[in-house]
């Protein structure tokens, strides 16, 4: 009978004591949350304007300076530009237009227009492990990521802030010359004034005014 009492009495302390804490049963489930972030590229910069002073176009004999580049090119900078593209292989294309007066050609003997070139960097950006960036030589739609330079990675860069600084040089292998014929003030690759050239002549008294063009593409 005291053998029949003790199971009996271990059957209901069983009963009373919480049997979860043993449960084989229990299951997880791992919910998985997904977003996407485009590739986007950012300018930190309105549409701005210099302005060259003096006789920064040409010298005592009404002549084309051969440092308008240098001249364009350290204005350009003090605009203190930022840009930033957060993409694994972005698209970076500089452009400009000559510098014309009037319809920026020849009138009378004058030349009405002056080309010039720069070379864009963007600090801490690089095109192919390189540092060096684009130039204008080759005209709107062309550079690294973009149109001839499309094969070209530019990874992502300007991580913080408003980005990485952007600054301007001249473009080795270029010169400043006066040209007989200004495009028509259009953006165009240095090839196309080939032939119009003609440092010979003086610049005509007037305002010149042309465009530089910074494109970055997301990709």
């Not at 300076?65 to 694994?88: E, P």
């Not at 080309?115 to 600090?123: K, R």
Request: charged share 15%; proline share 4%; net charge negative.
């Amino acid at each position: 009978m005291k053998t029949i009492t003790i199971l009996a009495t271990a059957a209901v302390a069983a009963i009373a004591t919480p049997a979860f804490a043993q449960d084989s049963n229990n299951h997880d489930v791992t919910l998985t949350v997904q977003g996407t972030t485009p590739p986007k590229c950012n300018i930190a910069a309105d549409d701005s304007t210099i302005i060259l002073t003096g006789y920064d176009l040409t010298d005592g004999q009404g002549k084309v300076r051969a440092d308008v580049d240098q001249k364009v090119a350290t204005a350009l900078s003090g605009l203190q530009l930022k840009a930033w593209c957060n993409g694994a292989r972005n698209g970076v294309a500089v452009s400009r237009s000559a510098l014309i007066t009037g319809n920026g050609n020849a009138a009378n003997g004058f030349n009405q227009a002056i080309v010039y070139d720069l070379n864009v960097l963007i600090e801490g950006a690089t095109r192919d492990g390189a540092a060096f960036f684009d130039g204008t030589s080759d005209g709107p739609a062309n550079g690294p990521g973009i149109g001839a330079g499309s094969g070209i990675a530019v990874p992502a860069f300007g991580p913080t802030g408003q980005g990485s600084k952007i600054s301007f040089v001249t473009e080795p292998g270029t010169s400043v010359a006066a040209v007989s014929n200004g495009q028509g003030g259009a953006e165009v690759s240095r090839a196309a004034f080939n032939g119009f050239e003609n440092n010979a002549a003086r610049m005509v008294a007037g305002t010149y005014s042309g465009t530089v063009t910074l494109t970055l593409t997301p990709n």
